[in-house]
C-alpha cells in the first residue's frame, strides 16, 4: 500500500509479499454430528477431546452460513506496535467476504489513509483504495497462492475463514476452561496448529493458499487461542505466525485476531467485473 519511503517508518516487509496492506503499514459443527455436544451425565467432548473439537470448527461456521467480522492484526516493528483494524461481513459456505481494512496513522500521526476494501474470495483477494498508482475506481487482484503468506498477513486481516481452517491442522490443544466473549459463552482452548496438516484438510478453495503459507513462514507451527459457543462456532481465534524480513533476515513476529458474531447476518458480495481490475504496473 504504500511506497518505500514508508518503511523507513520501521515497517516490517518481507521479500515476495505483494505490496499490500502490511506494505503499507509496515510495509458440520461440532454439534452437528452429536459428538461435540454435552453427553449425558454432564460429560462435554469438546473438554474431553480438545483436538477433534477444533479440527471441526471451521465446519460449524459453514453450517452457521455467514456472520459479520471484526479483525486486528498487530505486529512489533521498530520497538513500536502497529495495529491494523477491519470489519465487514462473511459467506462461510461460498466461501465470500468484504472487510474494511483501516490503517494505522503515520508515525507523525499527520496523516489519515481512507479505509481500503477487500474482497476475499477462494483463492484471490481484492482490494480498492490501494493506493501506490492505482486508479480510485480499479481493484488490485491478487492470487492468494502466490503468496508465500497465503494470505494470513498480506491482506492486513486474516480471511475468517482461513483462520478458521488452520485450526484443520490442529496438532497439540488444551481445554482451558468457560469464559465470556462480548457476553457470549464460550469454551477457551489453547493449543498448536501445523500449517502443513491444515492444508491437507482445508476445503478446496483455501488449500493451496495454506500450502503457500506453510512454506513461506518462518515456521508452519502457528500458537493459537480460540473460544467456541455451546454450538461449536468460533467467537475469536488470536493466531501468533512469524514470517522472516526479506530485507534484514529477521523473524517477526504477528498477532492476528479474529471475532466473529451476529450469525445468519445477510451477506451481499459482488466480485470485480474484468474491466474494473487494474492491470498496470504497482508502484512500491
Known sequence: MAERG????????????????????CVCAAGCSGDGAAA??????????PVRTLHRAADAL?????????????????????????????????????????LPQDPAGTSEHRPITELLAPGALFMKNRGAGVPDDKWVRVETATLSDGNLVTGGATDPFAAAEVLRGTRTATYVGRTEVAGTAVRHYRGT????????????????????????????????????????????????????????REAVAVASTTLL???????????????????????E
Open 40 to 49: 449425558p451425565g454432564g460429560r462435554d467432548d469438546r473438554a474431553a477431546d
Open 62 to 102: 459453514v453450517a452457521a452460513g455467514t456472520s459479520k467480522a471484526r479483525t486486528s492484526m498487530e505486529m512489533a516493528t521498530g520497538g513500536t506496535l502497529v495495529t491494523i483494524r477491519g470489519q465487514g461481513v462473511y459467506d462461510y459456505r461460498r466461501q465470500l467476504g468484504q472487510l474494511k481494512v483501516l
Open 193 to 248: 496448529a501445523d500449517l502443513t496438516a491444515a492444508a491437507e484438510n482445508a476445503s478446496a478453495g483455501g488449500r493451496d493458499a495454506l500450502r503457500a503459507a506453510a512454506k513461506g513462514f518462518a515456521t508452519a507451527r502457528v500458537p493459537f487461542d480460540v473460544y467456541l459457543d455451546d454450538e461449536g462456532r468460533i467467537r475469536k481465534v488470536r493466531h501468533r505466525f512469524s514470517f522472516v524480513n526479506g530485507q534484514q
Open 261 to 283: 458474531y451476529d450469525f445468519g447476518a445477510p451477506v451481499q458480495v459482488r466480485l470485480p467485473a474484468a474491466d474494473d481490475i487494474y492491470a498496470g504496473r504497482i508502484a
Open 6 to 25: 514508508r518503511r523507513k517508518t520501521g515497517a516490517a516487509v518481507r521479500s515476495g509479499i505483494v505490496a499490500g496492506i502490511v506494505a503499507g503499514v
